[in-house]
């Protein structure tokens, strides 16, 4: 572990604008970091050569006097599902591997004229199916703090990149908790934005309706800086929308604790420490009540009908016919398809293909997808009854701590298990993030789960940032 | 071969599926070009087109328009929310996986098609997008994904058809709906209109339709109607050997004439229709509607009323509607003429020369949208006045086609006026009667064999080099022969 290597990314910025810290020093940093790290398995591939060759450029522009960008010289990590330059993407699937984008993904684009540098693509789970970086084609990732342990998942590979300082900042997705439990598992910041406020176009799609981007951060600040720039409408997906990340300077907040999720089910440890954040929550003048939300349990049923659905569309197109890998004794039609996606998934994505075609067949669909969506709505509609009366919701991030490696390898239903509380906020399209609560006696890490209504995500930050000030604060005393 | 009783006692019952396809500028969801004919293969496709992975799917509103135009000329409800689906199968000409298409909520609703005496209705029309062509060389299949993303309008009638004929009057007059409408080009050489046909067959009186045969992909008006004359024979006469249609999709063999089983309903594919979550609904407000309905222009039915007083026939009324320049051309004419008194006369006359000389075999594809509608006004009126004979208006005809608006003035050019003034042809009717040649029939027709004045007209229209109205030479001749006859009595 090697702790905190680089300042706020504010500063960061301002040295390199101020000529006192290069780009390339940061990148050449951050890639150094990234060799000390290998037995982490973080990384896919590194994107050294167009790292150094983007950290030239920006540089030069400082010599020439030009104005850099809001993240100049900010090496940053991209979990491997982005389709990018400098390396292939390959979702960390068989399928595919050696899969070089003829385009960058809009949140890439973006992050890349602020003058971000991606020094690398990170490890998930294959297609982004799991919550632990097992199921990647290139090797399990490990926790930042005991390496026989999870990094959570699917962005596993940002999520540890950030915990460990090998980057100030990591870009993940978050599709039923992707980002929010894997932050949890390794004590940083990880934001899921509101449905639509970052672009999909050019990310590999897992689910349609519950697919976002958000990044991973030490801090609520450095949060905030790169989910102002990743935001806003793009003309490439008709979903987004624009949503303001800026401070609202609402100070007293009306917190709602999700009782249901503050139950026995859930770690006696977890428990404690989410409570103890909830102290500080009051202790800094909010407002703070238990609010019962029933429906929340069914959440996850919801989950894994409609989102298998989506997943086994959305990979129809890897057929192994115009891209991706196809099967070399495949000599029919009928095995390129068979044979090429047999070995081109992994067990997790052939289980939800199956999963999902199931509940789309005739004489199924209105028996689960479509009497999942309803209860979807109802979901939805419970949450909006939560936000008429608090402004932000909080619960534990996950039931556990980063379990074992192959613990629950065998045991999908529970593996689904883990993420009970931050599959509600995905299928309500609400803004949640995970934040470092404090550490279990064993020296665990765990995230308490701030909950939106839709385009609150600014007030989540703020709420988050005001417990990192006040710990400041603290310890300066 | 079956009997006429067998085939009298049984009635068939169809139901048509149209595809047409949108000339929009871009696909449907991606900004590559819609026009790929005769280009190479895979060279109009984008990496939605391709479906590499994280592309996602951007609703061309251009298509959303010209299937609303395309909806109101079909009478129909346009839907104000309509959805897209997602029916997923295999197949190397679908990239996605799935064909993005509207299945629960199409965005055009019930409307019907009224011509010729056939009533059809429309069940419902939606939008959804084309799939790519693959070309077998022997052991190999080529993908070419040019096509795939084309925006389609698939129109879904009601079973009301009962013959191959308005099965056939039914998909012409679909054709002319999409080009009246702007919608499409309809041009079935490329495609553009691709039709399914659903067929059944049941004894006359029966109030169950019998179990229907879907016969998929024909691309030509004669194939539609050449194939339920097939299916219908192929239906009853299994139904008179007792045995049971079976439900399935057949193909359409043009070589043999022949439909031929492709798939049964048990192979059918179980096609998944999910919710299409990447593309928002489509919400239209009915001011947009408003907006489309005022700036459509006349569609066929429009001009059929217009043309009601010429009491064409159908087949001429459709053979000018099937050119579109022609059939707005005749309407503006119609309406020019509206307060002249032999206003219907004139354009009688237009009407014979559209059909026996534009669309000529040999002239059917020029270009008409030169030809002036005034100056074909006053070339009827020069005919009507016999100062052209009709053999030299269509010469004249032929040369407004460039856009020449004076036919006047092109006849005196060409010296193609006609000699009506009397006194110019007296002379040249007595230089005739002099002459030694006419003396036989002279005397013909005084003896009563009336006939005989075609030769002497004949000789009158070569001595004024054609020029002579012949009916005014004749009336001449007939007054000078009478005179003659007079004189000798």
């Known amino acids: 572990m090697m702790g905190k290597t680089w300042g706020k990314i504010a500063e960061m910025v301002a040295a390199v604008q101020k000529g006192e810290v290069s780009a390339r020093a940061n990148v050449e940093k951050a890639l150094d970091l990234a060799e000390r790290c290998k037995n982490y398995n973080i990384f896919v591939n590194l994107t050294r050569k167009r790292a150094l060759q983007k950290a030239e450029e920006i540089d030069q522009k400082l010599q020439k006097g ?23 993407t390959t ?3 068989k399928m595919l591997a050696g899969f070089v984008a003829p385009l960058q993904a809009t949140a890439v684009k973006k992050l890349e ?16 199916h799991g919550g632990s970086t097992e199921n990647s084609f290139f090797g399990v990732t490990k926790n930042f703090k005991d390496t026989e342990r999870v990094a959570g998942g699917s962005s596993g590979g940002s999520a540890v990149a950030v915990a460990l300082g090998v980057a100030p900042f990591a870009l993940g997705t978050d599709t039923g908790g992707s980002i929010r439990q894997p932050a949890a598992f390794n004590g940083v910041i990880g934001v899921k934005p509101t449905f639509g406020s970052v672009s999909r176009f050019g990310v590999v799609a897992m689910a349609s309706s519950t697919d976002t981007i958000g990044c991973f951060a030490t801090n609520a600040a450095d949060a905030r800086l790169v989910m102002k720039v990743l935001g806003g409408k793009d003309s490439l997906d008709s979903t987004t929308i624009d949503n303001d990340f800026t401070p609202r300077g609402k100070q007293k907040l009306h917190i709602g604790v999700i009782a249901d999720f503050m139950t026995d089910d859930v770690d006696q440890e977890v428990l404690a420490v989410v409570r103890k954040y909830i102290q500080e929550l009051e202790k800094n003048g909010n407002r703070v009540e238990t609010v019962e939300m029933p429906l929340l349990k069914y959440a996850l049923p919801v989950y894994y009908v409609v989102v298998p659905a989506e997943v086994a569309s959305n990979l129809a197109r890897y057929d192994g016919i115009r891209y991706g890998h196809r099967a070399k004794t495949a000599r029919t039609l009928g095995e390129i398809y068979g044979l090429s996606r047999d070995e081109g998934f992994m067990p997790e994505n052939k289980r939800r293909i199956m999963i999902g075609n199931f509940v789309l067949s005739s004489g199924f669909f209105d028996a689960y997808y479509l009497k999942a969506e309803k209860v979807r709505t109802l979901i939805v509609e419970e949450y909006q009854k939560a936000f008429a009366k608090f402004d932000v919701l909080v619960c534990p991030t996950t039931p556990s701590t980063a379990f074992k490696i192959g613990e629950n390898t065998d045991n999908p239903v529970k593996m689904y298990l883990e993420d009970v509380m931050t599959v509600p906020p995905s299928l309500a399209g609400l803004p949640a993030i995970s934040v470092p609560a404090g550490r279990t006696k064993s020296g665990l890490d765990v995230g308490a789960q701030l909950i939106g209504a839709r385009g609150d995500d600014a ?8 417990v990192e000030n006040k710990k400041l604060k603290d310890k300066n005393i | 071969m079956i009997s006429k009783e067998a085939l009298d006692k049984y009635e068939m019952t169809i139901g048509i599926e149209c595809h047409v396809q949108l000339k929009t500028k871009t696909k449907l969801f991606s900004g590559a070009d819609n026009d790929a004919r005769e280009s190479e293969p895979n060279s109009k496709t984008s990496p939605i087109d391709f479906a590499l992975p994280g592309m996602l799917p951007v609703l061309n509103k251009e298509a959303v328009r010209l299937a609303v135009r395309l909806g109101l000329a079909l009478n129909a409800k346009i839907n104000l929310k309509s959805r897209f689906d997602r029916k997923h199968y295999f197949y190397p000409d679908l990239p996605k996986g799935y064909q993005i298409s509207q299945f629960y909520q199409p965005i ?5 098609v009224d011509v010729d005496g056939v009533k059809v209705r429309v069940e419902h029309a939606h939008l959804e997008e084309d799939a790519g062509k693959l070309t077998h060389v022997g052991e190999i299949s080529l993908v070419d994904l040019n096509r795939a993303g084309t925006p389609l309008l698939e129109i879904v009638s009601m079973p009301d058809m009962h013959s191959a004929a308005s099965a056939k009057t039914y998909c012409t007059e679909l054709q002319r709906l999409a080009i009246y409408s702007g919608a499409s080009d309809a041009n079935l050489y ?26 998929k992909n024909l691309n030509s008006f004669r194939s539609v109607e050449k194939a339920v004359e097939y299916e219908f024979i192929r239906q009853v006469e299994l139904l008179e050997k007792g045995e049971r249609v079976k439900q399935e999709t057949r193909g359409w063999n043009e070589a043999k004439g022949k439909t031929l089983a492709q798939r049964s309903k048990e192979e059918a594919q179980d096609y998944r229709y999910m919710p299409e979550p990447d593309v928002p609904p489509v919400v239209l407000d009915q001011k947009f509607i408003e907006k489309i309905k005022a700036e459509m222009p006349l569609l066929p039915n429009g001009h059929r009323a217009i043309w009601a007083e010429l009491k064409l026939s159908k087949s001429v009324v459709n053979a000018i509607l099937d050119n579109r320049v022609l059939a707005e051309k005749l309407t503006s004419i119609l309406q020019k003429l509206a307060s002249d008194k032999n206003g219907m006369e004139l354009a009688k006359n237009i009407t014979n020369w559209f059909c026996n000389v534009l669309l000529s075999e040999e002239n059917a594809t020029k270009d008409f949208r030169q030809l002036d509608v005034t100056a074909l006004i006053e070339l009827a009126k020069m005919v009507a006045k016999k100062q052209l004979s009709s053999t030299s208006a269509k010469e004249i005809l032929l040369k407004l086609l460039d856009g020449k608006k004076r036919p006047k003035e092109l006849a005196e050019k060409l010296n193609l006026l006609q000699v009506s003034n009397s006194g110019e042809l007296e002379t040249i009717v007595d230089k005739v009667l002099e002459s030694p040649e006419s003396a036989k029939a002279i005397a013909d027709i005084k003896s009563g064999q009336i006939k005989a004045i075609g030769f002497l007209v004949g000789l009158a229209m070569k001595e004024s080099k054609g020029k002579a109205n012949p009916s005014v030479v004749s009336e001449i001749i007939k007054k000078k022969i009478r005179i003659l006859g007079e004189k000798d009595g």
């Open chain 1, 459 to 466: 007030l989540l930050l703020d709420l988050a940032e005001s």
């Open chain 1, 66 to 88: 030009e104005k850099l960008g809001e993240l100049a010289g900010v090496p940053y990590v991209l979990k491997d599902n982005f389709l990018d330059f400098g390396a292939d």
């Open chain 2, 190 to 215: 490329y495609g553009n209109m691709r039709f399914d046909v659903n067929i059944s067959v049941a004894q006359k009186g029966d109030k169950k339709l019998g179990t229907r045969a879907e016969i």
């Open chain 1, 113 to 128: 004229a602020a003058g971000a540098i991606c020094i690398g693509k990170s490890n998930l789970d294959a297609f982004a």
């Open chain 2, 108 to 112: 055009i609703g019930a409307g019907f």
């Open chain 1, 91 to 93: 979702a960390s699937a």
